[in-house]
């Protein structure tokens, strides 16, 4: 069982900058391939970046492109979202998600709700115009 504990987030103005960060126990956590995902006022969850399990392969949405980047540091079981030039529209629940271990999933895969075993409480994220 995997648990995963997030922090950050917070209240920032429209093109500042936050860094989320989840913390996952256990001994297997450079072998999750990790997302985030976002939920917004009135909107349903929607896929915002991963990350493969081997941490060469990114991925995002067309909307954090260019703004937001994923990265993990196995050593210390974290995975972190750096959000950048942040915008209104980026408010959201912000969560992290980990599927099972010592599986491989398509990038494709990745960005959907399916392959995720694991999900952290929640942040949220605030951002006024």
């Known amino acids: 069982q995997v648990q995963l504990v997030q922090s950050g987030g917070g209240l920032v103005q429209a093109g500042g900058s936050l860094r989320l960060s989840c913390a996952a126990s256990?001994?297997?956590?450079?072998?999750?391939?990790m997302g985030w995902f976002r939920q917004g006022p009135g909107k349903e969850r929607e896929f915002v970046a991963a990350?493969?399990?081997?941490?060469?392969?990114?991925y995002y949405a067309d909307s954090v492109k260019g703004r937001f980047t994923i990265f993990r540091d196995n050593a210390k079981n974290t995975v972190y979202l750096q959000m950048n030039s942040l915008r209104p529209e980026d408010t959201a629940v912000y969560y992290c998600?980990?599927?099972?271990?010592?599986?491989?999933?398509?990038?494709?895969?990745?960005?959907?709700?399916?392959?995720?075993?694991?999900w952290g409480q929640g942040t949220q994220v605030t951002v006024s115009s």
């Open positions: 990350i493969a399990w081997s941490g060469g392969n990114t």
């Open positions: 998600a980990a599927t099972r271990p010592f599986t491989y999933y398509s990038g494709t895969f990745l960005k959907t709700p399916d392959p995720y075993n694991y």
């Open positions: 256990g001994r297997t956590f450079s072998m999750h391939g």
